[in-house]
Every structure is written in C-alpha cells, then in structure tokens.
C-alpha cells in the first residue's frame, strides 16, 4: 500500500509518502500558497510522487491536516450566516452562558459578542415548540418557515444555521426545516443540528452549529478543489481528512461537518509525537511541534491522547462541542515577529512573517526581525545550507533586521536576537507547564519530543528549563504532523444524545442505540475498502454523577449489556472520576448522557528501517567543520566554538557532545553547550538535559573561540 500524507502549515506544506511493501519513506516540503492553500497541496504530491519514480494513480490513500477551518474562524472571515431557530430563543447565542472572561471588568469586551457569528438581524424565529420528551407542543409553522428563508435570501445570507429546540430527541420539525429551505433558497450552504451535533447543551448546539454554517462554504469549496485535483491527477483514493479528535473524515463528511476540523492541523502533529517516542522508546512524551507561525503542545501518558474536557473545547472565543485531542497552541515561531511595542514593551509573536515575505533572511522582501532571523545572526542556523542547501539565506539581512530591533532596545544585535529567542522559550515553557504540571503530570516522567522546522532549534533549551530528562528529535522532525497522518488509524466516530440511569437501565433500548451507531460506523468503513478483520468498533459513554452538570468519557465494552458488562461500565467511571477530580463516590447513582461509537479501521503500521549501527565518535565525513556561535554561558552572551554535523550521515551509536549544530533537510538541531546527544538506532537524536560537558570545558571552548583559536 502506497500513502501519503499532507500537513499544510503557515509557512510550509510538509508530505511524507510511504510504501509499505519496499518500507519506503520519502519526505518533501514546498511553500504553503495562502490564497489557496490545494495548490501546494496538489504541487507538493506531484513533486513527490515523481521522487518515488510513481505516478499519482498508483497511491492508495491521501491523508491531510488542515488549518483551514480554524484560520477562517480566526481570522473573522467565515460566511454570512443565517439561523432559523425556535420562536423565543433568538438572542441564545448572544447571551451565551452569562460568563465573562475577566469576571471583575467593567471594561471588557464580549469576543463572541463583539464577533457574534450570527448577527442579530439574521437571527430569526418559527413558532414550534418539542418537549424534553420527543412530544410536539406546538407545531411548525411552515409559512413562517418559507418567510424566514426568503428573507435570508434577500439579506444575501451564504450559509443557514437550524437550531430548533430538542432536535436531537424528536429531528422532525428540523428536517421539514431543511426540506423548505432546499425550496426556497437551494444555494445556500445547510448546517442542521440534528444532523451536525444531535446532542443536548442548547447553547453549546448552537454555537457549534453556528460554527459549522461559518466555515462550511469556505471549506467545501477547498475540499472540493482539493478531492478534485487529487482525482484529475488520477489518485485513485479517496481523500482523507484528519479530524479534531484524531479520526478522520471523508471529503463528504468534511464539507457537511466542517466544524469537526477546527484542530485538525495541531493534533496531527501530537500524534507524529507520540509515534516517535515510542520509536524511541518512551510512552511518556510532551509534543513540541513548532512551525513557521505557531507551537503546538500537547501530552500523553503511556502514548494515549488525553482529551479536552467538554468546557475547554473552544476555538478562540466560541464554544465548538466537539470531541477535541488536548492541544494548546501559542504563536510562537520561525517566522514570529520580534518587535517594541508603543509602550516600550519588548514582544515575540504572534503575529509571522510567514511564507510570503518571511523572515528578512529570506530576501524576499521581508524587513522586520523575526525568530529565524534571530538564529541566524546567533550563527545556529548555517546560511549556505538552509533546507538541505535548496535554499540561500543573507545572514547580513538579518544582522540589519536584528540591529534595527536592538537600536529600539540600546542593546547590541546580538543581544537583541538572544532577547527574542529567550522570550520564545519563556513561552513555549510556561505553555508546557500549563498542560503538564497544572493539570498534575510531572515533566520529569516524561521525555519532550520536539517537531516541525523550528521545534529541535528551541528545544534542548525547553526541555532543560522545563525539566524533561531528555529531548527526543524524530528522523524527520519537520514533518512530525505529516507523519502522524500515517501513523495513525482511521476513525470515525459518531454520537447521539441518550439519557438513562444505571440502576434502571433499559438495556434493550441501550442496546438497540450502540447497534445502529455501530452499523453507520461498519458501513463507512466498508466504503473505504476495508477487510472486516481490519474493522474494530469501539464504544465510549459521557457519564456522570445524577445531579452532576458535566459528564466524563468512558470506554465501554463491546458485546451484550448485562449485570457485569454495567458493573465494569461503573468501575471504569468511578475510576475516570478519581484520576480527574480525586474524589470518587460509589454509592451515588451514575447518569448515562451521550452514547458514542467509534469505527476504526486499522492501518499498517508505519516503520522505519534502522540506520547504519557506528561508534561513539561521528564519522569525519558528517562533521562540516567548527563555527563560533553565540550562546549563554555561565548567564553570559559569548562566542562558542561550535561543531556543526549533516545529520544524515550520522550512524546510530554517535554521540554529540555540545555545543553542536545538527543540519538536516527539514530542520536544524540545536545542542546547547553542557549537553549531550546520542543517536539511536531508528535515527532519533537523543539530547540529555540532565548533565553533560563541564562547565570547565565550556569556558576554554569560549576563551578559545574569543582568542581567535580554531
């Protein structure tokens, strides 16, 4: 089976093909193309299908993560939208749940207010009424259904969301809903909760289908270009998007809940992270997967995605209540600006330089000082050999861009580019401290692995700060989000709202749920061409305490519900209580609230084959030569003779002892001086932060360096 797998980033698009009957791997990137990023997308697979001397027809399957979804959500710039909804339920979404981010601020605003998704005078009503229970109160009015649609129409309206109360018990009044507004106004993109997110919340419903009909035009016409550029090229295979909770979706499936993509891009690069420490042989793993605009952090425990709890599912101010893998993202990288603010304040990011013009380096019309700019003027990043030497960087555009920012600062350019880099850190760490130690993981248990182009520059000093005993870098770290594209299964999952309590369980009606969830699973999977000894369905329950008002998500087993199948149903919950709020308490009654299930089709395992075994002392051939870099040392800026190595003609056994740079097509390796690397048999460049070369030796190195000695 031949995949490929396509992260597009801000500032690159990375591709990873694999082939599993030679156990090939090749990996590409080329520029990402803001106005349209399929374009990259389509030349990027082109370019590499053509350095695996195949053609596009003979790739079985296409993997993408996409930042698309998330941009337009951003950015402000989604679709018109419309809602239908139930007659005295209008302003819903503005008032949201009566929390204000800085609860003591008079002088604040409202970001989902000030932005509202919907505005107001599109909000419109029917009278209609469900009950809790499935039963009509009052039924559609559907004049006023076909006045509401045309109004919208005329208001120019590009997407429609309907969000009529209890939809998710009795769908009825919502699919007439859907059936007039196909009538009145057919080009309009639909977004119905019944069908998007079929659970209760009424405001959490609202939002995220709200959401939906945002980002929905803009990503069906993306997918669309997408999917059909893939098919006049000839791929055969039918594209694959990876999803918020790490399964996937189908082109369909995208276009009609787009909303489930809105972390689609981060959370691939987690999972690159956790299949590249367990390469390495670690299951405990902190992910550091830094781009060109932005770091993305994420953590797992014995290799297992954590996910977001329900009220941390948001995107930027709004609330999308979809299943979500824990990620933090921060705008933090290459491309980040360096600048002084009015006020004199010295900042970071996060607004990039991305692609187009890029860092001042780039000699692409680029002034300002950025990240990358700030490497290369501290000499840790070798100009003549940027991207595998395909591409030329001006260090003297650099010193420029960094002189101006430490005119600003009264400081030399030096200083200023050692200030930027050390701001990037302090937030990287403070970030990684948020998602490890205030939610009660130890970073000392866990070993940092660090991917995109900009993650292994940053990342000895991350994890030495941080605490993490030691740095993973993957063979191929800029490309960690494309790689766990492959290294991942395919999953869909989906979910419907059922209330039962344990102790009175009607386990037939329970039953017949997980049954016909079960079967819409089998019967995607079987449309993708899957085997049935390939399939695996898996069941998951949101649970809680009765008179609880948020629930947790429990595995269930699969098979007939009987008294031990509930007994294990409750163990597991009392147990997933504990780990999250350390309290459990068993003689209280468990509430069922949503039944999941989730349709996974198992991939072959992506491998690596190990590299050339050597000894201890890297071959001369890898050495390029020794530079003076500046680092920290002893809490002072100086020149540090430094060893600069090709990484890929580095053997497994060879060990670094810093300070060393490590050059390689996708990315550059920084080891700080007082540590150590070693390569390990698959390729990973191991960096010990828990010791390393005495500070002794580090002082020579820089009174050698200083006296001018090479």
Known sequence: MKRIGVDVGGTFTDLIYASDEDQRILVHKTPTTPQDPSVATLTGVEELCRMAETEPASVDQVFHGTTIATNIVVEHNGAKVGMITTEGYRDILHIARHKKPLNFSNYQDLPWQRYPIVRRRYRLTVPERVLADGSVLVPLDEDAVRDAARRLKEEGCEAVAVCLLFSFVNPEHETKVRSILEEEFPEAYLSV??????????????????????????????????????????????????????????PQGAVERPVNLLMSGPIAGVVGGIW????????????????GTSADIGLAQRGELRMKHLLDTRVGPYQAMIPMVDVDTIGAGGGSVAYVDAGGMF?????????????????????????TDAMVELGRIPPDNFLGGNMDLRPELAHEAMERLGQKLDMSAEKAAAGALAVLVAGMVQSIEENSVRKGYDPRDFALVAGGGAGPMFAAEVGREVGTPKVVVPRYPGIM??????????VYEYVRTYYDLVSTLDRGRLQEQFAELEEEALTQLREDGLSEDRMVVERVIDCRYVGQGYELRVNAESGEIDDAWLRKLAAAFHDAHEREYSRRFEENDIQIVNVRVRGVGLME????????????????????????????VDGELKKVECDFYDRELLRAGNKIQGPAVLTQFDTTIVVPPGLDAEVDGSGNVVIDCTGGEAAGVIEAAAEKAEAGGA
């Open 276 to 291: 590249a420490g367990r390469q390495a042989g670690f299951d405990n793993v902190i992910t550091l997967d830094v781009g």
């Open 347 to 371: 900042h970071v990011g996060p607004r990039s330089a991305g692609a187009d013009p890029g860092p001042a380096s780039y000699d692409r019309g680029g002034t300002e000082p950025t990240a």
């Open 481 to 490: 989000a494309a790689v766990g594209l492959l290294a991942t299964d395919m």
């Open 193 to 250: 909760s019944s069908e998007v997110l079929p659970q209760y919340r009424e405001y959490e419903r609202f939002s995220t289908v709200a959401l939906n009909a945002y980002v929905g035009p803009k990503v069906a016409r993306y997918v669309d270009r997408l999917d059909g550029g893939l098919r006049e090229r000839g791929v055969r295979a039918g594209l694959h998007l990876m999803t918020s909770a790490s399964g996937v979706a189908t």
């Open 605 to 632: 395992e992506l491998r690596l084959p190990e590299i050339e075994a050597g000894d201890a002392r890297p071959d001369d051939a890898a050495h390029h030569g020794k530079r003076e870099v500046w680092f920290h």
